[in-house]
């Protein structure tokens, strides 16, 4: 058997007396489409900024590609791509500079850095205004540019950190379909999103984190056969969206429903 | 709707208006909450040690020409001199603008507001808030504990003139603060954009060129005094320069403050009334300014969208070499080119040495020792650049994280950061010297070496300590405005201390020897101390991936922070 592109195991992180992050363990197999949710503070970015490198972990073990992340971060830096929750734009360059300066960080040499730059900026839709600059763009062009800085280099896995927030349909589509290109060739994603739909739809494996700790993963049947044997009563006759597969797991875990949380507000009109 | 405030009463959205009240009650507590919780860090704690530390160095630095200006406040009302309250009030005058204009961290810079856009807040109230956080300015500080002292003394030589004095100096203050906030304003304003960016910059050089070519002019009429004062027919120039300054505020509030010592109030009343037509006239500007500031003003430079068919424009490559040295520098470049207030910061330096440079020439100063100009010049030269080199990783905002995930060392970009700060200081020492060398001669032999000699040991020492500084003390810097920044107190301090210490090292060594009349002996011990320099500058380069390794998370939280 292959080893995984990404293999974390007890992943920790703590704030002080708080723990982000609590004894995660996690693989993903080369040239999956896995999607990472679960609740606003749940730990999904502290995890994928200690996978990307931007955040230490308290404890735990990292290993991208089957080279251990503390021994080899540059190694690893090479081959993956990521596009953080900050999205990590230049705000004073163009995008066109942008792209250019990222591929040669990336030790790309010219001739490569300059063609792959305007091929994704046409992709992208972001070759109209050339002289724009970054910080004058819309959060959905911000997001496309830093998708693609993010895949400049061919990374063989790719982080995205809420990835289709604030792009427009049209874009998001596109994007989608290039990301599905990806995963056929071999590249492995590693997706978070609030968008249950989006990951439904392309993402092949899942799991949801919240409080810290890792509450289901697998594929989404073998979340559909979780929920359904923790069920006592009658067994749903339609399959589960992911939406509701998300809620039953989070509200099992301890989370109030929206049921239970619109009682309150009553001042609101 | 209940609890939103009604919109329809003009009343209710004054400056003074309940809401207004509470707007302002919830900005000092949200100040306090946030000084209070920054105390919480250890950086917290150091930034206001080195507020407090700050606070008695602008004491002392205001403290002594007080004490001159209020004996000499008190030495020209009890013999009724007119000169002097014009004298005093000038100084005044020209050292609180100077120091606005061109030392932004004197001044204090012009607080960040735009973030209160989003809420119901009248104009009324925006400015009272703008020169509320203009006072906090070393610079107005330092002015009204002048015109304090200026006040004290005229009024401890004449008791009866106390009332008029100080409404007289009040005035005169409330101009001075309202001027210097407009300054700064309209500065920002221009430098925001490339075409008025250039406009300044042409008339910058053409003032500068004007002023090196009077200069001269002056002097060769002067015998070696200073600007025509002292020479054989002393009334002559300063009757006219005397006529002319009286139209302008500070020759406005001398003469309403003499008016009144001759027992003329009505004279002294027009004088103060011509004052306040220029608080009016300052006020109507800088209203201006933040009025299109209020009202979510955009001074990007992003050109309007073109309906024209796509163009496959490539920005042409500033440096034409690959690898990520080339990339950081590149990038630092652009940076710097669009970025009007670290331009500015560049400049102040130059023109400090223009103007100056103009002052001494000429002036008793040169018989001291204008030999050492170059040296002096050189240190200048850091000047301008000690916020870049303090803090290399303060202007990359979110894109610094950038950094973290590239697999390009730390090491290399901070090396590439240093390249470009090396190649800026080279460009800038350059221009100095020749500024000098045009104001003062060339030096002697061995002076130039001594300097090359100290720039050794200053190049390597600086920028190992900017480079401890920026990983260790980062804040974020905004590229478009001239603003407060928020944790820049501190490290601004050290790099403060760096530099005197290097320069301390140099004056250490050189002092002794120009003395004993040996100034070639400080060539090789300057060798010498840029021997360690150097040594330790490539220990901390060393070093840089596994200090950035430690400090991460805080670098991230400091650069990427919004407010």
Redesign the interface.
């Known amino acids: 058997m292959d080893s995984p592109a990404i293999a974390i195991r007890d992943l920790t992180r703590r704030f002080g007396t708080f723990t982000a992050v609590d004894n995660v363990t996690l693989n993903v197999a080369a040239g999956q489409f896995f999607g990472f949710l679960g609740p606003n503070g749940a730990g999904k970015s502290t995890t994928i900024k200690m996978m990307?490198?931007?955040?230490?972990p308290t404890s735990g073990h990292i290993e991208l590609l089957g080279l251990d992340f503390a021994t080899h971060p540059?190694?690893i830096?090479?081959q993956i791509g990521?596009v953080?929750e900050?999205?990590?734009?230049?705000?004073?360059?163009?995008a066109?500079?942008y792209l250019?300066?990222?591929g040669?960080?990336?030790?790309l040499?010219?001739n490569t850095?300059?063609s792959r730059?305007?091929e994704l900026l046409d992709f992208m839709n972001l070759?109209?205004?050339?002289?724009?600059?970054v910080?004058?763009f819309s959060h959905g062009m911000q997001k496309k540019l830093a998708l693609a800085?993010a895949v400049i280099h061919g990374p063989r896995i790719l982080f995205l950190d809420e990835p289709f927030e604030g792009v427009d349909a049209i874009a998001a589509g596109t994007l989608k379909a290039m990301l599905q290109r990806m995963t056929e060739r071999g590249a492995t994603i590693f997706l978070t999103s609030h968008v249950l739909e989006i990951v439904e739809r392309l993402c092949s494996h899942v799991a949801i984190i919240h409080q810290g700790r890792l509450v289901a993963n697998g594929s989404l049947d073998e979340l559909r056969a979780g929920v359904a044997a923790s069920l006592s009563g009658p067994q749903p006759e339609e399959k589960l969206t992911l939406e509701e597969l998300f809620l039953r797991i989070v509200s099992g875990a301890g989370s109030e429903t929206p049921e239970e949380a619109v009682q309150e507000l009553s001042?609101l009109? | 709707?209940?609890g939103v405030a009604p919109r329809n009463s003009a009343s209710r959205w004054g400056f003074l208006s309940p809401l207004a009240r509470r707007q302002y009650a919830a900005l000092a507590w949200i100040q306090t909450r946030i000084f209070l919780n920054g105390l919480r860090t250890r950086r917290g704690s150091v930034e206001l040690g080195a507020r407090i530390l700050t606070f008695f160095v602008f004491s002392a630095i205001a403290i002594g020409p007080s004490i001159g200006l209020g004996i000499g406040a008190y030495f020209g009302a009890s013999h009724g001199l007119r000169l002097a309250p014009a004298v005093l009030l000038w100084v005044l005058f020209l050292a609180w603008q100077f120091f606005a204009a061109l030392a932004p961290a004197l001044a204090g810079q012009n607080p960040e507001l735009s973030h209160l856009l989003r809420y119901p807040v009248s104009f009324g109230t925006w400015l009272v808030l703008f020169l509320v956080y203009g006072l906090a300015a070393p610079s107005t500080l330092i002015g009204l504990l002048w015109a304090t002292a200026i006040g004290v003394g005229i009024s401890v030589a004449r008791p009866d003139l106390f009332v008029w004095t100080a409404l007289t100096l009040a005035l005169f203050v409330f101009f001075n603060l309202l001027l210097s906030r407009t300054i700064l304003a309209w500065i920002e304003r221009w430098l925001a954009q490339r075409r008025t960016r250039e406009i300044v910059t042409a008339i910058f050089l053409f003032l500068a060129l004007g002023v090196q070519a009077l200069n001269p002019a002056f002097h060769q009429s002067g015998h070696g005094q200073f600007y025509g004062i002292g020479r054989q027919k002393p009334l002559h120039l300063p009757s006219r320069v005397w006529n002319v300054q009286r139209v302008f505020p500070p020759g406005l509030a001398a003469d309403s403050i003499f008016q009144a010592m001759q027992h003329h109030p009505l004279k002294g009343a027009e004088d103060m009334g011509w004052l306040g037509v220029y608080v009016l006239g300052a006020g109507g500007l800088l209203v201006l300014r933040l009025r299109s500031e209020s009202r979510g003003e955009n001074l990007?430079?992003?050109?309007r969208?073109?309906t024209k068919a796509?163009?496959?424009?490539?920005?042409p490559?500033l440096l034409d070499f690959?690898?990520?040295i080339?990339?950081v520098i590149?990038?630092d470049l652009?940076?710097l080119l669009?970025?009007g207030p670290m331009l500015y910061n560049l400049a102040a330096p130059l023109v400090m040495v223009v103007v100056f440079g103009g002052a001494m020439r000429g002036s008793k100063v040169s018989s001291i020792r204008l030999e050492y100009a170059l040296p002096i010049g050189m240190v200048w030269a850091f000047l301008g650049l000690t916020r870049l080199i303090c803090n290399n990783l303060g202007?990359?905002?979110?894109?610094?994280?950038?950094f973290?995930?590239?697999?390009?060392?730390m090491r290399t970009v901070i090396l590439g950061k240093n390249f470009f700060h090396l190649v800026l200081f080279l460009l800038e020492a350059t221009l100095i010297s020749a500024l000098v060398i045009f104001r003062f001669g060339v030096p002697g032999p061995s002076i130039v070496a001594a300097t090359l000699a100290w720039l050794l040991f200053a190049v390597p020492a600086n920028f190992a300590a900017g480079n401890l500084l920026s990983i260790n003390m980062p804040y974020r810097v905004n590229?478009a405005r001239i603003r407060r920044e928020t944790g820049a107190v501190g490290n601004g301090l050290l790099s403060m201390l760096t530099q005197f210490g290097i320069l301390a090292v140099g004056a250490a060594v050189l002092a002794p020897c120009g003395l004993l009349g040996h100034n070639w002996w400080a060539t090789p011990i300057l060798l010498a101390f840029a021997v360690v320099a150097l040594f330790v500058y490539l220990r901390v380069l060393g070093n840089v991936d596994r200090m950035v390794?430690s400090r991460?998370?805080s670098l991230?939280l400091e650069i990427?922070k919004t407010s």
Do not use: C
């Open positions: 990307t490198g931007l955040l230490a540059l190694e830096k090479r990521v953080p900050g999205l990590a734009l230049f705000g004073r360059l163009t066109s500079e250019r300066f990222v040669r960080m990336y030790g040499d010219r850095t300059n730059t305007e070759a109209d205004e050339p002289k724009k600059l910080t004058d800085a001042w009109a | 709707m209940a990007s430079e992003a050109p969208r073109s796509r163009a496959k424009v490539r920005s490559a690959s690898g990520p080339a990339a590149e990038k652009r940076y669009r970025s202007a990359e905002g979110d894109g610094i994280q950038f973290f995930l590239s697999p390009t060392p590229m390794q991460m998370e991230t990427m």
